[in-house]
């Protein structure tokens, strides 16, 4: 059974600790993105992943970090850095050369007190 | 000027009839453009793409393009309550990211 996963679906933390959000995919897909989703902004680009042991910064990456040590596993660090972390944040994969549309996996909601 | 402008809605159409959501973008050099459908709560899932001027079907929905006017739309036709979600268009920059309008809700009424 492809696809992605996200876990865990939702998530509760105390302000001040860092929280990991895991996304795994068995798809193949050489590409791994991270997008956080705020409520009439739209998706905001975090981090993205071309290939194994690379990643780039999107528009929003400050207060997050990434890794990308496997192919299938791009997890996403939201740190105490990170001023409002309470968001839905979504994972997407990519197929690879000449394949732009990306596919999304079911999200993960974070809510910090 | 936003990368990609939607008109946030609620687009609001009767059972049966055709919704028309809209798009444009700023990118001149933008090659790819995607249709989303985000049901509330859920993660948003590809319905559509284009990549050439003109019309492009897919059983109900009709993606059209207009690159010379940088305007993308969906139509959906025969729309049904269940067609009710937000819609997201979405544009590729370059070659590795895509960049989000932030969507218009569609109510389809019974």
């Known amino acids: 059974d492809g696809g992605i996963t996200q876990s865990p679906k939702y998530l509760f933390r105390k302000e001040g600790q860092n929280v990991t959000l895991s996304c795994e995919q068995n798809?193949?897909?050489?590409?791994m993105y991270w997008y956080r989703q705020d409520p009439g902004q739209g998706l905001r680009l975090i981090y993205y992943?071309?290939?194994?042991?690379?990643?780039q910064k999107g528009d929003i990456a400050e207060g997050y970090s990434v890794s990308r040590e496997k192919k299938e596993s791009f997890p996403l660090t939201v740190t105490s850095a990170q001023k409002n972390p309470t968001a839905f944040y979504l994972c997407?994969?990519?197929?690879?050369?000449?394949?732009?549309?990306?596919?999304f996996g079911p999200g993960t909601r974070l809510t910090v007190t | 000027q936003k990368e990609v402008e939607q008109n946030s809605g609620p687009l609001s159409v009767p059972e049966g009839a055709i919704a028309s959501l809209n798009c444009t973008y700023s990118?001149?050099?933008?090659?790819?453009f995607f249709w989303y459908r985000q049901y509330s709560g859920k993660s948003p899932e590809l319905i559509m793409f284009?990549?050439?001027?003109g019309d492009k079907e897919d059983g109900r929905f009709t993606a059209q393009l207009n690159k010379a006017s940088q305007y993308v739309s969906l139509l959906i036709r025969d729309s049904q309550p269940s067609d009710s979600a937000t819609y997201l268009c979405?544009?590729?920059?370059?070659?590795?990211?895509?960049?989000f309008g932030t969507g218009t809700r569609l109510l389809v009424s019974p």
């Open positions: 997407a994969s990519r197929p690879g050369t000449g394949d732009y549309e990306q596919y």
């Open positions: 798809l193949n897909h050489d590409a």
């Open positions: 992943s071309q290939i194994v042991n690379d990643f």
């Open positions: 990118d001149r050099g933008s090659q790819s």
């Open positions: 284009i990549y050439s001027n």
């Open positions: 979405a544009v590729n920059i370059g070659f590795q990211k895509l960049v």
